[in-house]
Antibody, heavy 118, light 106 residues
Framework: EVLLVESGGGLVQPGGSLRLSCAAFGFRFNTYEMNWVRQIPGKGLEWLSYIDSSGRISYQADSVKGRFTISRDNARNLVFLQMDSLRVEDTALYYC???????????WGQGTLLTVSS | SYELTQPPSMSVSPGQTANIICSGDELTKKYVSWYQQRPGQSPVLVIYQNTKRPSGIPERYSGSNSGNTATLTISGTQPVDEADYYCQAWDSTSVIFGGGTKLTVL
């Protein structure tokens, strides 16, 4: 069974940093692309970042470029989102999703909540 | 930057057909995916590559993409189909989501 489990969310002050993790189970992790998507409660989906199966190619949304960095550890079946210079408007539920060339998520985690507040 | 536009909401009676549209400039040149999100749950992929259904998605879900409009069609809509639906496409190295359509079945 494919399972994605996000962790690392919590409360952080504006300007702070946090690293989210997503653990993958039940599939050959090193053959799949991965994405991070966030959702402000009650609002729509916002794509943040993509990484290819090898970890060599990544893309970020303009809204987080220069502040968020995606990476992966194929030996441990983990994908990360390093978030720096956090802002109040980054408060959201953060999902990781398993992707391919044609979609950004055929399986999604349950999400981890980030709150940025002083 | 590229935009995908969806109506914020629509309603359909049980058993009827729901057509949820997604508009974007020359959208037909892109592959469109659709995601269903029920309240309090994570998104679920229901259509990808414009017309393909992932395993486990009921046959009443179908998709099309022509010109500037992609359409998610739900035939014989059931109460369980009540959810938010998002279209999605790639634009160069960015992923774009539509704003979402809240489908009410009543």
């Amino acid at each position: 069974e494919v399972l994605l489990v996000e962790s690392g969310g919590g409360l952080v002050q504006p300007g702070g940093s946090l690293r989210l993790s997503c653990a993958a189970f039940g599939f050959r992790f090193n053959t799949y692309e991965m994405n991070w998507v966030r959702q402000i409660p009650g609002k729509g989906l916002e794509w943040l970042s993509y990484i290819d199966s090898s970890g060599r190619i990544s893309y970020q949304a303009d809204s987080v470029k220069g502040r968020f960095t995606i990476s992966r550890d194929n030996a441990r079946n983990l994908v990360f989102l390093q978030m720096d210079s956090l802002r109040v408007e980054d408060t959201a539920l953060y999902y990781c999703a398993r992707g391919s060339s044609f979609y950004i998520g055929d399986f999604w985690g349950q999400g981890t909540l980030l709150t940025v507040s002083s | 930057s590229y935009e995908l536009t969806q109506p914020p909401s629509m309603s359909v009676s049980p058993g009827q057909t729901a057509n949820i549209i997604c508009s974007g400039d020359e959208l037909t040149k892109k592959y469109v995916s659709w995601y269903q999100q029920r309240p309090g749950q994570s998104p679920v992929l229901v259509i990808y590559q414009n017309t393909k259904r992932p395993s486990g998605i009921p046959e009443r879900y179908s998709g099309s993409n022509s010109g500037n409009t992609a359409t998610l069609t739900i035939s014989g809509t059931q109460p369980v189909d009540e959810a938010d639906y998002y279209c999605q496409a790639w634009d160069s190295t960015s992923v774009i989501f539509g704003g979402g359509t809240k489908l009410t079945v009543l």
